[in-house]
């Protein structure tokens, strides 16, 4: 039962360099999101899906991309990555957007140079 | 927008103490109230929710949070901490799935 699995767990990037932090749930659960959580400010959303095919905005989603071609994937991508992107990266997912209860990956700390 | 305010950025309680973390939120509706918790380098874990009903919510490890509408606050509280409750604990309000989460506690136990 492998729940939410984040990879890699630690990149360094150069800025102007892109990635794509990887993000998949093996629960079946429609609703995905990404949050980056940064020292004092907890845990802001960047991005969600309700569904495969349909993402939407969250509250700081400058500088990030993300698509739903799949219910188990969820991929977030950095397309010119900056040193305010520094941040420690959250995949979660919930069984729809009313049931709430999120399953948190561990992770991946990014790293911006 | 809803908001959640937890006021105590670092507690520290002696092992066998209790323990009470604050959350206030800002919310027109009845919200979905969560408490998380985030042990070093690892991610974030439901320990209680509360949607409705009884406002005393019981969760896991022996927590409990108690929902005051009239003080827009869903505290945190655990009557006797153990050294592995050392974490950074996260209040959250949900609404159509999105989670806003308070800037957390961080809780240091000592012995």
């Known amino acids: 039962n492998a729940g939410v699995t984040q990879t890699p767990k630690f990149q360094v990037l150069k800025t102007g360099q892109s990635m794509t932090l990887q993000c998949a749930q093996d629960m079946n659960h429609e609703y995905m999101s990404w949050y980056r959580q940064d020292p004092g400010m907890g845990l802001r959303l960047i991005h969600y899906?309700?569904?495969?095919?349909?993402?939407d905005q969250g509250e700081v989603p400058n500088g990030y991309n993300v698509s739903r071609s799949t219910t188990e994937d969820f991929p977030l991508r950095l397309l010119s990555a900056a040193p305010s992107q520094t941040s420690v990266y959250f995949c979660?997912?919930?069984?729809?957007?009313?049931?709430?209860?999120?399953?948190f990956g561990q992770g991946t700390r990014l790293t911006v140079v | 927008a809803q908001s959640v305010t937890q006021p105590d950025i670092h507690i520290t309680v002696s092992e066998g103490a209790s323990l009470e973390l604050r959350c206030n939120y800002s919310?027109?509706?009845?919200?979905?109230l969560f408490w998380y918790v985030q042990s070093p380098g690892q991610g974030l874990q439901l320990l209680l929710k509360y949607f409705s009903g009884d406002t005393l919510v019981q969760g896991i490890k022996g927590f409990e949070a108690e929902f005051k509408r009239s003080q827009s606050s869903f505290n945190l509280r655990k009557p006797s901490v153990h050294w592995s409750d050392a974490a950074e604990y996260f209040c959250a309000v949900g609404v159509t799935g999105k989670l806003s989460f308070g800037a957390g506690t961080t809780v240091t136990v000592r012995a």
């Open positions: 919310y027109g509706a009845t919200p979905y």
């Open positions: 979660a997912s919930s069984y729809d957007r009313q049931a709430h209860e999120a399953f």
């Open positions: 899906s309700v569904g495969a095919g349909i993402t």
